[in-house]
C-alpha cells in the first residue's frame, strides 16, 4: 500500500496557504484571563522608570567615588 504522504514537501508556502490560523498560547491565555477580569490600564511611556532602576545596586556602585 502506496502512501500518498511521501511526495508531500512541508514548506514555508504549504504553512502560509493554510486557510485558518490559531492565536498564540499567550494570546489564549490572556483572552481567558480578561473574561474574567478586565486588565488595569497600562501606560504606553511612562516618564518615570520602572520602579528601582535607577537606584539599583549596580548603578549605586559605579557612583561612589574610591
Not at 490559531?22 to 511612562?46: D, H, I, K, V
Given at each position: 500500500?502506496?502512501?500518498?504522504?511521501?511526495?508531500?514537501?512541508?514548506?514555508?508556502?504549504?504553512?502560509?496557504?493554510?486557510?485558518?490560523?490559531?492565536?498564540?498560547?499567550?494570546?489564549?491565555m490572556l483572552?481567558?484571563?480578561?473574561?474574567?477580569?478586565?486588565?488595569?490600564?497600562?501606560?504606553?511611556?511612562?516618564?518615570?522608570?520602572?520602579?528601582?532602576?535607577?537606584?539599583?545596586?549596580?548603578?549605586?556602585?559605579?557612583?561612589?567615588?574610591?
Amino acid at each position: 500500500m502506496a502512501d500518498n504522504w511521501d511526495d508531500l514537501v512541508l514548506d514555508e508556502n504549504f504553512i502560509r496557504s493554510a486557510e485558518t490560523t490559531e492565536p498564540s498560547a499567550r494570546a489564549r491565555m490572556l483572552a481567558a484571563r480578561w473574561r474574567t477580569e478586565e486588565p488595569e490600564p497600562q501606560p504606553w511611556r511612562s516618564d518615570e522608570p520602572p520602579a528601582g532602576w535607577f537606584f539599583s545596586r549596580g548603578r549605586r556602585r559605579k557612583w561612589r567615588r574610591r
